[in-house]
């Protein structure tokens, strides 16, 4: 079974510090993703990696980074975070066989709450 | 830019009932997938049933069957014989067909998902 984890289910960070959110996969999936989920608006794609070190934005990336040093692992960052971003984080993974696109594996997300 | 609705905020049902669940969804691709997925209370979102839009065939997992009409832009989740299980947020996904690997259209769009209550 495909497994994809997140370092933390419960965060909470204050106004103006740098917050980290990991997430690891275990399947050697090229590509992996980081959504937030917030009520009536359903999952929004954050930035998403193709491969090692490469990355697009996605939907919403202002305020936020990543970074993907190892396949295995990608993780998001928050400069400077604000109260804007309290809500569930979710990463997910998915292979990627030549022409073809598939399904997405989803970590079991991070709730960051920020004062 | 395509766009996934789902209408229903949130729905109830008995248990061992049947319920559908409703999604439209706006594109001007031609080749597609669609997805739904399930994220339990406290739980991880997993993958329900998928559909290429190439398949005039609607697919089937189980007790979960789906109701694609390509024309009307239309992919409705049947849930069978419900069960308490089977309480959870329920999400429509839309995913354009990825043309290489150049073409890096591994990407989901979510409706707002609706939450589903099975009751006993």
């Known amino acids: 079974d495909v497994k994809v984890t997140q370092s933390s289910r419960y965060l909470v960070k204050r106004t103006g510090e740098k917050v980290f959110l990991e997430c690891v996969q275990d399947m050697d999936h090229e590509n992996m993703f980081w959504y937030r989920q917030d009520p009536g608006l359903g999952l929004r794609l954050i930035y998403f990696?193709?491969?090692?070190?490469?990355?697009e934005k996605g939907d919403i990336p202002e305020g936020y980074s990543v970074s993907r040093e190892k396949k295995e692992r990608f993780s998001l960052i928050l400069e400077s975070a604000s109260t804007n971003q309290t809500s569930m984080y979710l990463c997910?993974?998915?292979?990627?066989?030549?022409?073809?696109?598939?399904?997405?594996?989803f970590g079991p997300g991070t709730r960051l709450t920020v004062l | 830019a395509q766009t996934v609705t789902q209408s229903q905020p949130e729905m109830s049902v008995q248990e061992a009932e049947t319920v559908t669940l409703s999604c439209t969804y706006d594109t001007s691709e031609n080749n597609y997938y669609l997805f739904w997925y399930k994220q339990p209370p406290s739980r991880q979102m997993i993958l329900v049933i998928r559909?290429?839009?190439?398949?005039?065939q609607n697919a089937t997992e189980n007790r979960f069957s789906v109701n694609f009409q390509k024309a009307a832009k239309s992919f409705s989740l049947k849930i069978s014989d419900s069960q308490l299980g089977d309480t959870a947020m329920y999400f429509c996904?839309?995913?354009?067909?990825?043309?290489?690997?150049?073409?890096?259209?591994?990407?989901?769009?979510f409706g707002a998902g609706t939450i589903l209550r099975v009751k006993s």
């Open positions: 559909q290429e839009a190439y398949k005039q």
């Open positions: 990696s193709y491969d090692v070190k490469m990355k």
């Open positions: 997910a993974s998915s292979f990627v066989p030549r022409r073809r696109t598939d399904t997405q594996y």
């Open positions: 996904a839309f995913m354009k067909h990825g043309l290489g690997t150049t073409e890096y259209g591994n990407k989901l769009v």
